[in-house]
């Protein structure tokens, strides 16, 4: 989607190496999510931002970490990958809404794909 | 976990409406429910939300039942390219003023020529 892109599209790594993620959206959001999707499992979120350097864990948070130091730009690392990592793992920006604490909509990216070997 | 309840699978007749249902029996007084669709490999894609009146976009509308119990997502006129699997979500918790919506299974929708 526009004002948010995934980089890379598709990656093929070996278990116990770095990888990391790249998130990086032109929108000027706060909110920032990474969301893993697997087959019967629906999207989980794994960690989320809601401002430079600062962060906070989601449901399946072991085995990553991110950071945040611009706001354009939001990285999730794995610092050793497991083939339990293999996934497809989506960004996420959150547009604010118009009064109250009213969610106007995520918009996602177009995810990238994860396969560690 | 998923707050919501929702059939796996359903078919729909294009040109026809298709009407997509979601339980959400615990659903609390200030909790929003919002549909998203994915098609097939792409991010999902924001669709609706609503607080307990009926809304409408251009995409769909949302009815909400009176006891804010269950939903129906409405398509009113299917198009092939409506093919997706459609989440329905109650909002969770807000911490330091980001929100987390968890997604469940979802229902796949297809859409028959």
């Known amino acids: 989607d526009a004002g948010i892109t995934q980089s890379p599209r598709h990656k093929v790594t070996e278990t116990g190496t770095p990888v990391t993620l790249r998130c990086h959206q032109t929108?000027?959001?706060?909110?920032m999510y990474w969301y893993r999707q697997d087959p019967g499992h629906g999207l989980r979120l794994i960690h989320y931002s809601y401002g430079v350097k600062d962060t906070d864990k989601g449901e399946v948070s072991d085995g990553y970490s991110v950071s945040r130091s611009k706001t354009e730009d939001f990285l999730l690392t794995l610092e050793s990958a497991t083939s339990s990592q293999t996934s497809v793992y989506f960004c996420?920006?959150?547009?604010?809404?118009?009064?109250?604490?009213?969610?106007?909509?995520?918009?996602f990216g177009s995810g990238t794909r994860l396969t560690v070997v | 976990d998923a707050k919501t309840t929702q059939p796996p699978s359903m078919d729909c007749a294009e040109g026809r409406a298709a009407n997509l249902p979601c339980n959400h029996s615990?659903?609390?007084?200030?909790?929003?429910v919002y549909w998203y669709r994915q098609i097939h490999s792409q991010g999902p894609q924001y669709i609706i939300h609503g607080l307990k009146n009926n809304e409408t976009n251009e995409m769909a509308s949302l009815i909400i039942t009176e006891d804010r119990k269950s939903s129906t997502l409405i398509l009113p006129h299917a198009t092939l390219r409506d093919t997706a699997v459609y989440y329905c979500i109650v909002s969770s918790e807000w911490i330091q003023g980001a929100q987390k919506l968890v997604f469940g299974q979802g229902t796949r929708l297809t859409i028959n020529p």
């Open positions: 929108e000027n959001h706060r909110y």
């Open positions: 615990t659903i609390s007084g200030n909790e929003y």
């Open positions: 996420a920006i959150r547009s604010p809404g118009q009064g109250g604490m009213a969610n106007y909509g995520y918009t």
